[in-house]
């Protein structure tokens, strides 16, 4: 009865942030911040599950590589005003990712064990709107992708055991394209298998015996897969 009332509260203030905006959303994304440093300071652990809760609500969701670069064209000043305000909006974003990095103990030790079963149950909302974020994302093309990978390690996370296994569809696909002779190519059609480089990475594993079949969510093709990237950590 408790964790349910607590679940509640939880969607409450997910919400809450999601649904934040103009100087109100960025008040109280700054107060969080400042209230988060303080919860590591005095090792607050019901404070941080508190934060980690409001903060994954203000997060957005990835953007490709790309998206938020300088332009040195004849641009009007409006349209220069407005990429200076993306910029900053990325930064926002960047550092607040930090921050619930912070509070789930993967750059801070001060922060939360989420390997321990309790807490995980106490995170379950938060971890299920991080997932719901890279849901389709192609991961090697995302801005910021190492931290993307570091919450979605953490929230896919089972506690005990191995560190969980990431789909590897995509990832450093395209930088190396050119390079490479046609048989060390990826293919792509029925049965994934990635290209010879990024075969040769440590973190790269090919279990058969975990063969996934994914589903593109746009026009339904499907293929089959059983190479992971796995956190060194």
Request: glycine share 6%; aromatic share 4%.
């Amino acid at each position: 009865r408790g964790l349910r009332s607590f679940r509640k509260r939880q969607r409450r203030d997910l919400a809450l942030s999601i649904a934040s905006t103009g100087g109100d959303r960025t008040a109280a994304i700054l107060n969080d911040i400042q209230l988060a440093t303080h919860a590591l300071e005095t090792r607050d652990a019901d404070a941080i599950v508190r934060l980690i809760g409001r903060l994954v609500g203000y997060l957005e969701a990835p953007r490709r590589m790309g998206n938020v670069r300088s332009h040195s064209t004849a641009h009007d000043v409006a349209s220069g005003n407005a990429l200076l305000q993306r910029s900053s909006q990325h930064d926002g974003q960047r550092q607040i990712r930090d921050v619930v990095l912070q509070l789930l103990g993967v750059v801070d030790e001060r922060g939360l064990d989420t390997n321990d079963n309790g807490t995980r149950k106490l995170l379950k909302i938060s971890f299920k709107h991080i997932v719901s974020l890279l849901k389709a994302q192609t991961l090697d093309r995302l801005s910021c992708r190492e931290q993307w990978i570091e919450l979605l390690r953490v929230a896919l996370n089972s506690g005990s055991g191995p560190k969980p296994q990431i789909p590897l569809v995509g990832i450093v696909e395209e930088p190396f394209r050119r390079r490479l002779h046609h048989s060390q190519r990826a293919r792509t059609v029925g049965v994934y298998e990635p290209n010879a480089q990024v075969r040769e990475s440590a973190a790269i594993i090919h279990d058969v015996a975990n063969r996934r079949v994914l589903k593109c969510s746009k026009c339904s093709y499907t293929i089959t897969s059983a190479w992971y990237f796995v956190h060194p950590k």
